[in-house]
């Protein structure tokens, strides 16, 4: 879920949408080394392959700095981030869970900066909201979720997390709203703060759903999608992420 739904309309084996999917308001564009992965992964498609590393190899381990992530299942719209843009949202939300005791937080369709989180730190409180099956392998981290029952999770997530991350999977308003309505049900009605990672076309929406404000930091994906992409945060970074970008 992580990304955007570049391929469901590309891949024929993809189910129908879901009840309440609307068409995205601005088409994602496959790069074309997108599309080469794509034709790459279409054919592998009938191989046997291990795509889920043993847990001791996702976490990293304290003998190695390398980050080791399951296979990115395209049908599921799941687009991992880049190394680099994985290790500066992690390094920004563990220095974030310094402002409060006993912090959680909560990765709403963001696997990737999961791992990373816990690699950062494995005693940080990190819940995983994630549609793919796979992430199971987490326990009681993990929570299955479906954008489309915003607010079908259990409750004793409800309103108790002080740091946000949500990428959510399709860029439409319908999308947004509902995912909007699943970071209400999360978020500690006391203070509680959001990092938004989605389309540069959702930028007005963002302001007035949520209340955030681009970085000048941008996200990239590992599959280069022709894409803007950006960060969008509910407080002030100071200089870190470059900053809050200006309003033109």
Known sequence: MEGEDELRKLNGEVSAPQ???????DPLVLSSQALAALQEFLADQNKTVSSTPP??????????????????????????????TAESVAEEVVTLSKRFSSCRIACIACPTLYVYLKKKDPSLQVQLL???????????????????????????????????????????????????????????PVESLLLLLTGEVQRDRAAELLGVRPCVFKPHHSSKLGNEFRLFISYDPGSRLGGLEEDI
């Not at 009840?19 to 308001?25: F, I, K, S």
């Not at 439409?172 to 999360?186: A, D, H, N, W």
């Open 55 to 84: 847990p001791s190899s996702v976490a990293g381990g304290e003998d190695s700095d390398k980050v080791e992530l399951v296979t990115e299942d395209w049908r599921l719209s799941q687009f991992w981030y880049e190394p680099e």
């Open 19 to 25: 009840d309440g999917d609307v068409e995205d308001d």
């Open 130 to 188: 994630e549609y793919d099956m796979r992430f199971e392998r987490y326990g009681s981290e993990f929570t299955f979720y479906d954008y489309n029952e915003p607010e079908d999770l259990p409750l004793q997530l409800k309103h108790c997390f002080h740091i946000i991350v949500a990428d959510p999977p399709y860029l439409s308003k319908e999308c947004l709203e509902r995912v909007t309505q699943t970071i209400s049900f999360l978020a500690s």
